[in-house]
């Protein structure tokens, strides 16, 4: 294969870190080539810079074997780069041929040419297979077919060459993730070359070519996909060994902290389950089983459900969730930056925000909540460890940690954690199953909700497998395995 893309020696500053430090990548013609690393590696610094959104303070980018040196994105777009960002930049009320053309629609004689709008977008839908049609409306379609039309948004653009995928799969069921990975190998026989950016080591090793590993800003490593193992690749990311990667189990108590009976509302129907304090129930199934669904109507934020909740044996009524967290629970929503946080708020306000009442007397006390919330920030080892840093310039699995030392400091018994590791590197999934089984070792009742099945079966005492909005099957002890979830899910 003929070198695309090479940066050498590619070295950016910000003040008091070293982002990147003397960093090589090549790129081929018509390769998936996978950058990985945790959280504050690299990876989005180095992307930045060859995407032109920040500059590099020394080093060389060459495109074709001719330096190139971007002072902004549209200088790297003129060259043929463009980038797909884990949240879509779509109108969904818009069809597909105007969602292609977004910004950028075709005029004749200063007049919107639908005619060549939806004639150019027909010959790319077909060109690479995407089941859709110009005139449909993008909403009524699913992500999986969205994504592909994200894509093919930044690549009918004259001369694409380079496509950056950053997290694309985080939303899609396995199945969607099956018809994107057949998209990708289209792109790839157009001899579009692919930067694929995912936290799913098993994803990595199905679609990549090669990988590189960053680590505190320098690289591990670039090797063949098909020539390392998984517990190889964790290793060179976080650098250590994680033979075990989920903490060792421990038995829960028979204290019955939750039940619920017949539950039924949008998205399911006569859910029964009951959850003892000191264990970490499980919940699973393919996305649209309902699992977020019925949480979320036990957390009071769904409403309309019909079914009794009950809370250490007594019956409550949980209209909202200023009612479940008067009972006692608490939750880690799967999208944590619409639902969990106040983005351009401060680590300590996100912290605080559901225990002003326990901190007030009768006035806020900001030195007791100050201690309390910077507490808590060192013990989930949360970097930089700032109280004062505004929520958003955090990691994923930095906000992550935020989110959950909210719970922690209204201290609730019962956690509901939906989809928690959902974007977050394998470091800090590591950091957040250890923080879950401390908790249900301290006696909390955790409800772990999660369409990814291998942590499923390595964290949790008992699971529930849901499937259209129902639960199909109950599993405990060497019954929690992929295989038979798979089936259940599936059958």
């Not at 390769?31 to 959104?53: D, F, Q, R």
Request: hydrophobic fraction near 40%; aromatic fraction near 6%; proline fraction near 3%.
């Amino acid at each position: 294969m003929n070198t695309l893309l090479e940066a050498k020696g590619v070295t950016k500053k910000f003040p008091g870190v070293l982002a990147l430090d003397r960093i090589d990548f090549n790129l081929q013609q018509g390769e998936v080539h996978a950058i990985l690393g945790e959280n504050g590696a690299g990876k989005s610094t180095l992307v930045k810079i060859i995407t032109g959104a920040y500059t590099k303070d020394s080093g060389e980018i060459t495109i074709n074997g001719k330096t190139v040196d971007f002072s902004s994105p549209a200088d790297a777009q003129d060259v043929g780069i463009g980038i797909i960002y884990q949240e879509f930049s779509q109108v969904n009320t818009l069809s597909v041929a105007e969602n292609i053309y977004l910004g950028q629609y075709p005029k004749i004689m200063g007049c919107l040419d639908w005619g060549k709008m939806r004639r150019d977008a027909a010959e790319l839908l077909e060109r690479f297979h995407v089941n859709a049609h110009p005139r449909d409306i993008l909403g009524t379609l699913g992500v999986a077919t969205r994504q592909m039309v994200e894509i093919l948004k930044a690549i009918h653009k004259q001369g694409i060459k380079v496509l950056i995928m950053d997290e694309p799969t985080s939303a899609l069921s396995d199945t969607e993730t099956e018809m994107l990975f057949d998209f990708i190998r289209k792109i790839k026989n157009q001899d579009v070359s692919v930067i694929y950016i995912s936290h799913r080591l098993d994803e990595i090793k199905k679609i990549s070519d090669r990988i590189t590993i960053l680590r505190n800003g320098k690289k591990v490593l670039t090797a063949n996909a098909d020539e390392m193992a998984i517990d190889d690749i964790v290793s060179h990311i976080v650098g250590r060994d994680l033979k075990d990667h989920y903490p060792d189990k421990t038995p829960a108590a028979n204290d019955e902290i939750l039940k619920v009976e017949n539950l039924t509302g949008r998205g399911f129907t006569d859910v029964t389950l009951k959850a003892r304090r000191g264990e970490i129930l499980g919940i699973t199934g393919l996305l649209g089983a309902g699992k977020t669904e019925v949480l979320q109507a036990i957390y009071g934020a769904a409403r309309g459900y019909k079914g009794k909740i009950f809370i250490k044996g007594k019956e409550v009524s949980i209209k909202t969730p200023r009612d479940a967290n008067h009972h006692g629970i608490g939750l880690i929503p799967e999208s944590r930056r619409e639902q969990g946080l106040v983005l351009v708020l401060s680590n300590l306000f996100n912290i605080s925000l559901a225990s002003l009442r326990k901190l007030s007397a009768p006035v806020l006390r900001l030195k007791k909540e100050r201690i309390q919330g910077t507490k808590l920030i060192n013990d989930l080892d949360v970097r930089p460890a700032d109280p004062f840093k505004q929520v958003r310039d955090l990691s994923g699995g930095n906000q992550q940690k935020i989110v959950l030392a909210k719970w922690l400091m209204r201290d609730c018994d019962i956690l509901f954690f939906d989809e928690p590791t959902r974007g977050i590197d394998v470091g800090a999934k590591f950091q957040i199953y250890t923080l879950i089984s401390k908790l249900a070792k301290v006696g909390k009742c955790i409800v772990f909700s999660s369409s990814e099945v291998e942590e499923i079966v390595g964290t949790c005492n008992r699971v529930l497998v849901m499937k259209d909005g129902r639960i199909v099957e109950e599993l405990i002890g060497s019954d929690i395995n992929n295989e038979t979830i798979v089936r259940s899910m599936s059958a």
